[in-house]
């Protein structure tokens, strides 16, 4: 029901804007978090944003390089990704959680709904 896409192979510096889509379910009452996981490392949280589009919150290693945002219309969320480093590459993946206390934004294991994952190459 998540649809993650827009990875690809990009050098350091360069951006790339991610998006997922959801399908089969009103997306705009969800919390949609994007994660990512390196080869050999554990899944790290990226960024999430509120149903409501406000608050987002970022991971300290990403902060002011990545911006999400979402359009509840098109039931999309997007990540752009800047200033692109080798560190960043990864497979990322978006996920929605139903607004509550249940829901950590930074703990994966707390949402409900998780896309396929798209990869993001960074050459150095």
């Known amino acids: 029901q998540l649809q993650a896409s827009g990875g690809g192979l990009v050098q350091a510096g360069g951006s790339l804007r991610l998006s997922c889509a959801a399908s089969?379910?009103?997306?705009?009452?969800?919390?949609v978090g994007w994660f990512r996981q390196a080869p050999g490392k554990e899944r790290e949280f990226v960024a999430v944003?509120?149903?409501?589009?406000?608050?987002?919150y970022y991971a300290d290693s990403v902060k002011g390089r990545f911006t999400i945002s979402r359009d509840n219309a098109k039931n999309t969320v997007s990540l752009q990704i800047n200033s692109l480093k080798p560190e960043d590459t990864a497979v990322y993946y978006c996920?929605?959680?139903?607004?509550?206390?249940?829901?950590?934004?930074?703990?994966?294991?707390?949402?409900?709904?998780w896309g396929q994952g798209t990869l993001v190459t960074v050459s150095s």
């Open positions: 944003i509120s149903w409501s589009g406000r608050p987002t």
């Open positions: 996920a929605a959680g139903r607004y509550g206390p249940q829901l950590e934004w930074t703990n994966g294991r707390t949402y409900e709904y």
């Open positions: 089969g379910r009103t997306f705009n009452t969800y919390t």
